[in-house]
């Protein structure tokens, strides 16, 4: 689940390409809810970096109500802190729910990231993000998926040459902003 605030900042910085930005997000694992993560992902001149902590099921409702006042003062995690601020002052909440289906390989002496993320889907009806049962709206055409590679300093050159020997089109992605496209059509 995707937040945003009153004036969609986190689309338009998407979609300006601005070298500065960041989005909220809250996500868990196929059904297990024992495992619930509050993110911030922030991309600074192409650089990713995220921010993270493990939310309990309480936490996430505290923050879906709006019940933030008490929970700024009740919880020591300073990301949940920060989402509440940002929540109380500039109105972020919960815009998207996206899905997908991951298959991912990692080389563990450069840490290198590579997935392949599959039949990404977006559904507006966030009341139903814990339970899963919600209607979704496939992001891209049948058969097109999304292959990242992701590395901290060095792509060794094994990888790169794989890479560049396939006929892939290179260029940027953003879940967010496409499913919020997608929704945001439905919703019309």
Not at 66 to 93: C, R, S
Not at 138 to 148: K, R, T
Not at 154 to 183: M, T, W
Request: hydrophobic letters at 35%; aromatic letters at 16%; proline letters at 2%.
């Amino acid at each position: 689940m995707y937040f945003d605030d009153y004036k969609d900042t986190s689309v338009y910085t998407t979609d300006s390409g601005l070298s500065k930005r960041f989005k909220w997000r809250i996500r868990y694992y196929g059904n297990d809810l024992s495992y619930i993560m509050l993110e911030k992902k922030e991309k600074v001149e192409g650089r990713c970096h995220k921010k993270s902590c493990e939310i309990t099921v309480d936490e996430y409702n505290q923050i879906i109500s709006g019940d933030l006042t008490d929970l700024i003062f009740e919880t020591e995690k300073k990301l949940i802190k920060e989402l509440a601020v940002d929540m109380l002052i500039h109105n972020y909440k919960p815009k998207v729910i996206i899905d997908y289906e991951r298959i991912a390989f990692v080389e563990e002496i450069t840490n290198v990231r590579i997935t392949f993320d599959m039949k990404i889907s977006a559904s507006y009806e966030l009341e139903s993000f814990l339970d899963g049962d919600y209607q979704s709206f496939y992001v891209l055409p049948s058969g097109l998926n999304v292959l990242e590679v992701k590395f901290d300093d060095i792509l060794p050159s094994y990888i790169r040459n794989i890479v560049e020997s396939y006929d892939f089109k290179q260029g940027s992605f953003s879940k967010y902003y496409y499913a919020r496209k997608i929704v945001d059509c439905y919703m019309r």
